[in-house]
């Protein structure tokens, strides 16, 4: 059984960095994909980007290309997202997820940790 559990979150001010981890325990091998995705209060939840497990391929939305950046360490089971120039609308609880296969969508999630951008 895989869980994922992010660490990282934060109260910072606009303009800062933060560094989020997703740990991933169990049986990784069935990974797929990797992904971050974000909700806001009163929002639905938002797709950030993602990263391939195998070749490292990553993708973003719009709204953070340029100023985040996914990686990972397959040794170490874990991802990480990686945000500069934080804007207070980046404002949201930040969640991993895991997709299984190429077919398949995220089936397993994080529990999530907060991240917070001051003005």
């Known amino acids: 059984q895989v869980q994922l559990v992010e660490s990282g979150g934060g109260l910072v001010q606009a303009g800062g960095s933060l560094r989020l981890s997703c740990a991933a325990s169990g049986r990784t091998f069935s990974t797929y994909q990797m992904g971050w995705f974000r909700q806001a209060p009163g929002k639905e939840r938002e797709f950030v980007g993602t990263?391939?497990?195998?070749?490292?391929?990553?993708f973003y939305a719009d709204s953070v290309k340029g100023r985040f950046t996914i990686s990972k360490d397959n040794a170490k089971n874990m991802v990480y997202l990686q945000m500069n120039s934080l804007k207070p609308e980046d404002t949201a609880v930040y969640y991993c997820?895991?997709?299984?296969?190429?077919?398949?969508?995220?089936?397993?999630w994080g529990q999530g940790t907060q991240v917070t951008v001051s003005s």
């Open positions: 990263i391939a497990w195998s070749g490292g391929t990553t």
């Open positions: 997820a895991r997709r299984s296969t190429i077919l398949t969508a995220y089936d397993l």
